[in-house]
């Protein structure tokens, strides 16, 4: 059996991180579903910068959208639509098997949106409709700002992927931000299977740590940081707060792991999918990493529930002079600070397709 398949046997949901039309058009995602096991598919401003900056496959669609005078941002939703909806039916035959809990695909609101709520709220409306899909994802992201955002969409039945978390803290908020919306569709007689996952953000911990700690703690963090919100996130499962959702319907809000490729060319190209095994919980891994998971990869002991270990690493990190908290939330704001890069960068190559095509037609 592939590693692949184990993973997922023991319980784990193997989602791809990334999208391009190439991968549709060539069979590589079916074939991805059919023999590596990958259940859902995630998206972000930088995947689709680099899908349509380094491709000619969406001039085609851009040349005729040009032509309708669509600003930028409206031409790339529906670019980054067209695909996504494409993968959700790919999908759908999971999204089916396994009543909503699996084969998602996510798509985000503008990251210039990340610290206004209501502007938020109004584009996950507006995407979620565009898309019209079961099995759609709006992302949203889990800053301070993003958290109202997140109640209200979880209340207004939209399906959310919390994104750009960095720590428990960070996840815990979120999460009771969903369960926010969900108590509050109890309340008001509607139903609160509304699905949702929470991603928390690995392989950054150890690039901004790299050079600042003894050798022993390289590339330990991360997965440390990961445990820690991984016993956070088993005790609200048994929670009675969620136990009582759960009895009226609820459906949990999963934990996934995000930025799970290794950065670190020292270190083994499956790192964190061999240390994050956990039953219950997402793992979506770069192109490059599944390729290296399904053709060597190797499936460990999973994920301890009680997080002692995690402690004593993050307490040799704290006495090498970092400060835990602080650092999330600088990932956090770096993070948001990235995609909006991508994201200018990505309406400009739009902006210079559109100009160039028109010019050439």
């Not at 409206?74 to 670019?79: G, H, P, Q, R």
């Not at 109890?186 to 996952?197: D, H, R, T």
């Not at 890069?341 to 095509?357: P, Q, T, V």
């Amino acid at each position: 059996m592939n590693p692949t398949k184990t993973l997922n046997n023991l319980g784990q949901s193997l989602w791809l991180d990334n999208i391009t039309r190439d991968l549709l058009n060539s069979g590589t995602l079916q074939r991805y579903i059919n023999e590596w096991s990958i259940t859902g598919l995630t998206s972000n401003p930088t995947i689709f910068d680099l899908a349509i900056s380094k491709s000619a496959d969406y001039d085609g669609d851009i040349a005729k959208l040009a032509s309708r005078t669509k600003t930028a941002e409206d031409t790339f939703f529906e670019l980054a639509l067209a695909d996504l909806t494409r993968a959700a039916d790919l999908l759908h035959p999971v999204f089916t098997r396994t009543d909503g809990v699996d084969g998602w695909v996510s798509l985000e609101v503008s990251p210039l949106l990340a610290y206004d709520a209501q502007r938020t709220i109004a584009a996950a409306r507006d995407l979620n409709r565009r898309g019209a899909k079961p099995n759609l994802f709006i992302k949203i992201p889990g800053t301070k700002e993003g958290l109202p955002a997140i109640e209200e969409a979880i209340f207004a039945g939209l399906p959310i992927n919390v994104t750009l978390l960095f720590s428990r803290e960070q996840y815990v908020a979120a999460a009771e931000a969903y369960l926010r919306g969900i108590e509050r569709r109890i309340e008001a007689g509607l139903n609160p299977a509304v699905g949702s996952v929470a991603s928390l953000f690995i392989s950054r911990w150890d690039v901004a740590t790299a050079g600042k700690v003894p050798a022993e703690l390289a590339n330990r963090l991360g997965i440390a940081v990961a445990q820690r919100a991984y016993k956070a996130y088993l005790a609200l499962l048994s929670s009675p707060r969620f136990q009582r959702v759960a009895n009226f319907g609820g459906r949990a809000q999963r934990l996934l792991w995000a930025s799970t490729g290794t950065k670190d060319p020292k270190a083994s190209d499956t790192l964190y999918v061999k240390a994050l095994a956990a039953p219950f919980t997402v793992n979506t891994m770069p192109e490059g990493t599944l390729k290296a998971f399904a053709q060597h990869g190797e499936v460990g002991a999973t994920l301890a529930a009680d997080g002692e270990d995690c402690e004593q690493t993050l307490a040799a990190f704290a006495k090498a002079g970092i400060d835990i908290d602080a650092l999330a939330q600088q990932l956090q704001e770096e993070g948001a600070a990235s995609f909006n890069k991508s994201w200018k960068d990505l309406m400009a190559c739009i902006e210079s397709k559109s100009s160039a095509l028109r010019k050439a037609s």
